[in-house]
Structures are given as C-alpha cells and as structure tokens.
T-cell receptor, first 112, second 117 residues
Framework: GQQLNQSPQSMFIQEGEDVSMNCTSS?????WLWYKQDPGEGPVLLIA?????ELTSNGRLTAQFGITRKDSFLNISASIPSDVGIYFC????????????FGKGTRLSVIA | GAVVSQHPSRVICKSGTSVKIECRSL??????MFWYRQFPKQSLMLMAT?????????EQGVEKDKFLINHASLTLSTLTVTSAHPEDSSFYIC?????????????FGPGTRLTVL
C-alpha cells in the first residue's frame, strides 16, 4: 500500500531554533496535510496543501507541496516550548470522502 | 471547520467484554466517517470506512466481526470492539471530511483510549 516516509523520526532543539521535517512518497497525492498531535489527543490540522508547488504559511509554520506531488516539507521558525509534540504528514490520494495515509511522525522536543 | 466528538475519552475493560465507542459530527452531516487506530509511539492506521446507511469497508487485516461499525445517522458512527483482548488496547480515533471555506479537509475526534486488562 501507499506509504509516506517521514523524517527525522525525532528532534531535540533549543528554543528559538528553526525546525524542518519532510515526507516523501512513491505515490502521487491529491492533497497533503500536516498535523500536530499532543499526548492523548487527536491530531490537529496545521496546514493543508492542495496544489503542486504550493507554499503555504500559518504563523511560524511554512509548508510546501512538491511539484511532483510526492513530497512535502514543514518548517517551524523560532520554536517555542509549546511546539513540543508529534508532527505527522498525511496524504489523501483523491479529493473528497477518502481516508488519509499517515507518515510515522516526527517527535519534536524543545529545550528551553 | 467541523467539530468531532468521541465518547468515552477513555475506557478500561476486562478481557472478553465488548466496548462501544461513539463518534459524533457536531456541526456537519457526514455520510462517511473514518476509524483509525494508533498504538503507542506509532502512527495512525486506517481501520475502516464507515458509510451511512450501508456496510463499512474494512482495511486488510482488520476483522469485521470483531470491530463492528454502525453508521446509523449522518452525525453518529459507533465502533464496537467485541470480545476485547489486551492486544486491542490502543487509541481509537475517528475523523470526517468537512468543508473549511472552499476546501475539503479531514477533521479528527479527540480519540478514545482503550485499555483491556
């Protein structure tokens, strides 16, 4: 089945540093999404990407959808302690009522 | 965006019992809901697609007779774990597709932590 290869698996950074994580796939996705999950909670959508090459920002977060629709990166600038959590990339193969395929997640730890 | 609730938020049960988990779409009529399972320190894996008024579609390796799904209305889907065993202990999360502005997005419930003793 389809898989999303997400890296890095975990990161330890100093508060104020920038963070970058990425996902790749051998499959072409219609939509690419980035979620954050805090312990014991469901994923919360951070950024959704719909067009190839699209670059979208949400506050300190920036994400881009690869031209080939097979990859994406997420950048977090000037990290703060509340950025701690697990970040997942997720792809939707087709638009509409279709499920998501998730990457394995990047566990982010921020050291104050 | 759509708001999704789940009940209960956590449940502990004895091995062999059945547990029902509810997923509600609070402000959006959902003909389709998705059920995912997440084991500790792992990613979310799709279990099944719940379709209002028809049978659910299960992913390969997910036993339909063990994980009963009922999508009786446009706002409620239930997942019943029958004859639960310790290996069924996991975090169960539902989601729906909804509209955020002009785009279609997937919104997740807060999850249900199931612990089978």
């Amino acid at each position: 089945g389809q898989q999303l290869n997400q890296s890095p698996q975990s990161m330890f950074i100093q508060e104020g540093e920038d963070v970058s994580m990425n996902c790749t796939s051998s499959s072409i996705f219609n939509t690419w999404l980035w979620y954050k999950q805090d312990p014991g909670e469901g994923p919360v959508l951070l950024i959704a990407l719909y067009k190839a090459g699209e670059l979208t920002s949400n506050g300190r977060l920036t994400a881009q959808f690869g031209i080939t629709r097979k990859d994406s990166f997420l950048n977090i600038s000037a990290s703060i302690p509340s950025d701690v959590g697990i970040y997942f990339c997720a792809g939707q193969l087709m638009a509409g009522n279709t499920p998501l395929v998730f990457g394995k997640g990047t566990r982010l730890s921020v050291i104050a | 965006g759509a708001v999704v609730s789940q009940h209960p938020s956590r449940v502990i049960c004895k091995s062999g019992t059945s547990v029902k988990i509810e997923c509600r779409s609070l402000d959006f009529q959902a003909t389709t809901m998705f059920w995912y399972r997440q084991f500790p320190k792992q990613s979310l894996m799709l279990m099944a697609t719940s379709n209002e008024g028809s049978k659910a579609t299960y992913e390969q390796g997910v036993e339909k007779d063990k994980f009963l799904i009922n999508h009786a209305s446009l706002t409620l889907s239930t997942l019943t774990v029958t004859s639960a065993h310790p290996e069924d202990s996991s975090f169960y999360i539902c989601s729906i597709n909804g509209w955020a502005g002009s785009y279609n997005e997937q919104f997740f419930g807060p999850g249900t932590r199931l612990t089978v003793l």
